[in-house]
């Protein structure tokens, strides 16, 4: 065999190797029944939960607390199956929060309240087609 030869496939092994490796990192996004169960069953990654903020009749977002540090907050958010649940996030509330059309929150359950550890938002502004007026 040629040493090029050689040489690829031993790329190919690497590369089969990372995507093996990266492929017990992927997760798919349940709700917050299926998230509590994860983490009372011993599972030490984070959970992907996707939802929508608690609003009122009039679409205003509700259940919004500030932490006693004035930094962290916590709000209730709504599953996809319906469930409320309240999460506890310690850092800052993101830009757009409050106008955000989906939340997806990644963290575990410590105690009765999900902890997340990052927040990903869905706007519709960024979404939406926009009409221009020519």
């Known amino acids: 065999m040629k040493k090029s030869h050689i040489l690829i496939l031993v ?3 690497v590369a089969i190797g990372i995507i093996v490796s990266t ?4 997760s798919t996004y349940v709700g917050f ?5 994860l983490s009372t069953s011993g599972n030490k990654k984070d959970i992907h939960v996707v939802g929508e903020l608690k609003k009122d009749d009039e679409g205003h977002v509700i259940g919004i607390t500030e932490g006693a ?3 962290s907050f916590s709000f209730v958010m709504i599953d996809d199956t319906g469930k409320e649940q309240r999460v506890n996030y310690n850092q800052p509330m993101p830009a757009d929060f409050l106008r955000s059309e989906k939340v ?10 999900f902890n997340a550890s990052k927040i ?3 706007c519709p502004s960024k979404y939406q087609e926009q009409k221009i007026n020519v």
């Not at 492929?23 to 992927?26: E, G, H, K, P």
């Open 11 to 13: 790329v190919i092994a």
């Open 23 to 26: 492929s017990n990192d992927a």
């Open 33 to 37: 029944d299926e998230a509590l169960s």
């Open 69 to 71: 540090d004035r930094v």
């Open 104 to 113: 997806v929150v990644i963290g575990s359950y410590h105690g009765t309240d």
């Open 120 to 122: 990903l938002l869905k």
